[in-house]
């Protein structure tokens, strides 16, 4: 599977699978062979970052 492109959707599926599926977001990224920076820019560009405490972006 892969992680989808619009930025919006791509917030609902990380995070989704952040809460349920992986600890971390560098898990997820590993699983998914997706480049961190790029998965952290697509959604800082409509203002989310990662929070490693909650392991969420927010």
């Known amino acids: 599977m892969n ?3 619009d930025p919006v959707m791509l917030l609902s599926v990380v995070n989704t699978k952040l809460r349920d599926q992986y600890a971390s977001l560098s898990a997820l990224c590993d ?3 997706a ?3 790029v998965l952290e820019a ?4 409509i203002d989310y970052i990662y929070d490693k405490k909650t ?4």
């Open 3 to 5: 992680l989808p492109n």
């Open 31 to 33: 699983d998914y062979k």
């Open 35 to 37: 480049d961190r920076a």
């Open 42 to 45: 697509k959604l800082q560009s």
């Open 55 to 58: 392991n969420q972006f927010i």
